[in-house]
């Protein structure tokens, strides 16, 4: 089976830098993407890395280590509006097609 | 954004009754999916859809159904409602063929939110 692990919350101030682990376990491995999810709205996708190392997209930063089943998303100059949940995923290849299982999401608060 | 539109936004029933979620695409992508979301639970697959009449189990398929007839209609059907099916439904829709390293982005629709009384 596949199961992810990530915090349920971080805080942090604005202009702070948070990293949001997530440590994964699957039967086969075919990515790691990250989603954004503001309160009552629908999530949205933020990044994915497929391959070990550094992704890095304006303020967000994700990264992967495959030999440690490791990943992160790092946010940076942390601004109110980043107050959301965030969600981690890998993909499951069967011999139907694809789905992505989530972690069960971290509560990120920002404060003034 | 994507063209994923989901119907009803809002909707209680009572325990017992069938209810019919619908999800509608305009992007033709290949790939639809249908998620509940839980407090503690995140995001779980429900069923999924590889193509027109393909379907296939998720993580917590129990007491749901799901057709696709049309590419750019997904349903989801509970057969006889129960509380524990309370939760809010995604319906995210996918184009891209995985193979290497492509990205396998899922755009969500805005969700039903279902009440089991």
């Known amino acids: 089976g596949q199961s992810l692990e990530q915090p349920s919350e971080v805080t942090a101030v604005e202009g702070a830098i948070v990293q949001i682990n997530c440590t994964y376990q699957?039967?086969?491995?075919?990515?790691l993407s990250w989603y954004q999810q503001h309160d009552g709205g629908a999530p949205t996708f933020l990044s994915y890395?497929?391959?070990?190392g550094l992704e890095e997209t304006g303020r967000f930063s994700s990264f992967l280590s495959r030999s440690d089943s490791y990943g992160y998303l790092l946010l940076q100059e942390l601004q109110m509006k980043d107050s959301a949940s965030y969600f981690c995923?890998?993909?499951?290849?069967?011999?139907?097609?694809?789905?992505?299982?989530f972690g069960k999401g971290t509560t990120l608060s920002v404060s003034s | 954004d994507a063209g994923i539109t989901q119907s009803p936004r809002h909707k209680v029933t009572e325990t017992g009754t069938p209810v019919t979620l619908r999800c509608h695409q305009t992007?033709?992508?290949?790939?639809m999916y249908w998620y509940r979301q839980d407090p503690g639970h995140g995001l779980r697959l429900i069923h999924y859809?590889?193509?027109?009449?393909?379907?296939d189990k998720g993580e917590v398929s129990d007491g749901y159904s799901v057709s696709r007839s049309k590419t750019e209609d997904f349903l989801l059907t509970l057969e006889s409602a129960t509380s524990s099916q309370t939760s809010v439904y995604f319906c995210?829709?996918?184009?891209?063929?995985?193979?290497?390293?492509?990205?396998?982005?899922?755009?969500f629709g805005p969700g039903t939110r279902l009440t089991v009384l």
């Open positions: 859809s590889y193509g027109v009449k393909d379907t």
């Open positions: 995923a890998v993909r499951v290849i069967n011999q139907a097609g694809t789905a992505l299982i």
């Open positions: 992007e033709n992508h290949r790939y």
């Open positions: 890395n497929a391959l070990d």
């Open positions: 995210a829709i996918s184009g891209t063929e995985l193979a290497g390293n492509k990205t396998d982005t899922q755009y």
């Open positions: 699957t039967s086969g491995f075919y990515g």
